[in-house]
């Protein structure tokens, strides 16, 4: 009787858990999927108010990566807690994009004379599952490197309160951003195709400012590696130096957020 009781109560445990777990990975993948957005919003020069969750403006197959990525990004966290257990749950976390996208659908289907076919909707409706599915295999691959109690992605519970809502768009918009400046300098310079040396020598511009942007990548990913390995305590540092440390990456992450983002509208790139 006593062992029955204990397997339930182990079981209620287990399942709240995992409905904590859905809703966590729906943050998450929302928090990565904005990161897109806001790099979107930059690129296309589109005001805030055109960029709500439902619309992104003239951004067919960039809405589709950026929602694919965010359930891709969910369905890995899940994976690398739950295993393979969690390949349902992987499936479940992505129903509210769904909903939101069969709601357009329907919208759009009933007014096709206005809206066009939705095939953006159609597409979303079948790409944000598929997309969770593939991050929970890759999330369950990788499972057994994320083992630490208590934790998701190794960093404690705790610290999410505070990284989904100031830090994870950052870590995601800040390189992505750069990463597309690289692509982008290849259209602002007729000799990006030719040799490194004719380059340097007819375009010495343009080999300066991919080296400055590398310089900045490498610093970026500098920084928010060894943040991560501050909260995942690899580090043998105090708590106070700790505590600096991520602080002071954070700080650092923030003002370069503010300074390619928060000024958009004084930066013509």
């Given at each position: 009787?006593?062992?029955?009781?204990?397997?339930?109560?182990?079981?209620?445990?287990?399942?709240?858990?995992?409905?904590?777990?859905?809703?966590?990975?729906?943050?998450?993948?929302?928090?990565?999927?904005?990161?897109?957005?806001?790099?979107?919003?930059?690129?296309?020069?589109?005001?805030?108010?055109?960029?709500?969750?439902?619309?992104?403006?003239?951004?067919?197959?960039?809405?589709?990566?950026?929602?694919?990525?965010?359930?891709?990004?969910?369905?890995?966290?899940?994976?690398?807690?739950?295993?393979?257990?969690?390949?349902?749950?992987?499936?479940?976390?992505?129903?509210?994009?769904?909903l939101?996208?069969?709601?357009?659908?329907?919208?759009?289907?009933?007014?096709?004379?206005?809206?066009?076919?939705?095939f953006?909707?159609?597409?979303?409706?079948?790409?944000?599952?598929v997309?969770?599915?593939?991050?929970?295999?890759?999330?369950?691959?990788?499972?057994?490197?994320?083992?630490?109690?208590?934790?998701?992605?190794?960093?404690?519970?705790?610290?999410?309160?505070?990284?989904?809502?100031?830090?994870?768009?950052?870590?995601?918009?800040?390189?992505?951003?750069?990463?597309?400046?690289?692509?982008?300098?290849?259209?602002?310079?007729?000799?990006?195709i030719?040799?490194?040396?004719?380059?340097?020598?007819?375009?010495?511009?343009?080999?300066?400012?991919r080296?400055?942007?590398?310089?900045?990548?490498?610093?970026?990913?500098g920084?928010?590696?060894?943040?991560?390995?501050?909260?995942?305590?690899?580090?043998?540092?105090?708590?106070?130096?700790?505590?600096?440390?991520?602080?002071?990456?954070?700080?650092?992450?923030?003002?370069?957020?503010?300074?390619?983002?928060g000024?958009?509208?004084?930066?013509?790139?």
């Amino acid at each position: 009787m006593g062992d029955d009781i204990i397997e339930e109560q182990q079981s209620k445990i287990k399942l709240a858990q995992i409905i904590l777990l859905i809703l966590f990975a729906m943050l998450f993948g929302f928090t990565a999927s904005d990161g897109i957005r806001i790099v979107l919003q930059k690129i296309y020069h589109l005001p805030g108010d055109a960029f709500s969750f439902g619309y992104w403006g003239d951004t067919f197959w960039s809405r589709i990566i950026a929602s694919a990525f965010g359930s891709f990004a969910g369905g890995f966290v899940i994976g690398t807690y739950l295993g393979r257990v969690g390949k349902i749950p992987s499936i479940l976390h992505t129903s509210p994009a769904i909903l939101l996208w069969m709601a357009a659908f329907v919208v759009e289907i009933s007014d096709i004379k206005q809206y066009g076919f939705p095939f953006l909707a159609l597409i979303l409706i079948f790409t944000n599952p598929v997309s969770a599915f593939v991050g929970w295999n890759w999330g369950n691959e990788y499972s057994s490197e994320f083992e630490n109690g208590n934790t998701i992605l190794n960093v404690k519970w705790y610290h999410w309160f505070w990284i989904l809502p100031i830090y994870l768009n950052k870590v995601v918009s800040i390189p992505a951003f750069l990463i597309l400046l690289l692509w982008k300098l290849d259209f602002a310079y007729d000799n990006a195709i030719q040799s490194p040396i004719i380059t340097l020598i007819t375009s010495p511009g343009y080999i300066l400012s991919r080296v400055i942007i590398l310089i900045y990548l490498a610093i970026i990913f500098g920084s928010i590696n060894h943040n991560y390995r501050i909260l995942t305590g690899e580090s043998d540092l105090s708590r106070w130096k700790k505590i600096l440390i991520v602080l002071g990456h954070t700080i650092f992450l923030v003002v370069i957020y503010i300074l390619i983002f928060g000024l958009s509208q004084l930066n013509n790139w």
